[in-house]
């Protein structure tokens, strides 16, 4: 059974699903309040630099596998980690859905070139300690 707990456990797990993709790739994993992995999913592969992303999506597949709490991660193939302002509206706007359903965004993850960025630490929108 696999947790993510620490920031460090979030950015090493979607290294290591992001380091090979050539396409900027978009995945949800659903947690429970004890941060066990409950579901991992793809929801979006689209350009070299953009990814479309669903909001109402997100929201029903945390609510479809129970989650209490959720990570997004997407990579950026260009190599540079620094969240868009297009990622840090569309992670506020995601926040907020989920908040609605009473359910935490804990982080967003942007990897690139072996490294990863948290949106959250880098107080690009507010969430909870993880």
């Known amino acids: ?3 993510i707990i620490t920031l460090e456990d979030a950015g090493a797990y979607f290294m290591r699903r ?5 396409r900027e790739t978009l995945y949800q994993v659903n947690l429970d309040a004890k941060g066990k992995v409950r579901n991992f999913r793809r929801l979006s592969s689209g350009t070299a630099a953009m990814t479309p992303v669903c909001i109402r999506e997100v929201v029903e597949n945390a609510l479809h ?15 540079v980690a620094l969240p868009s302002e297009e990622d840090r509206l569309v992670t506020v706007q995601i926040a907020q859905a989920l908040k609605a359903m009473d359910i935490t965004l804990m982080d967003h993850i942007v990897v690139a070139d072996g490294d990863f960025v948290s949106m959250r630490q ?6 909870p300690n993880m």
Not at 18 to 22: A, K, P, S, T
Not at 69 to 79: A, C, F, I, M
């Open 122 to 127: 880098s107080g690009l929108y507010m969430a």
């Open 65 to 79: 596998n129970d989650a209490s709490r959720v990570l997004l991660g997407h990579n950026h193939p260009s190599g």
């Open 1 to 3: 059974e696999e947790k």
């Open 18 to 22: 992001l380091m090979d993709e050539r």
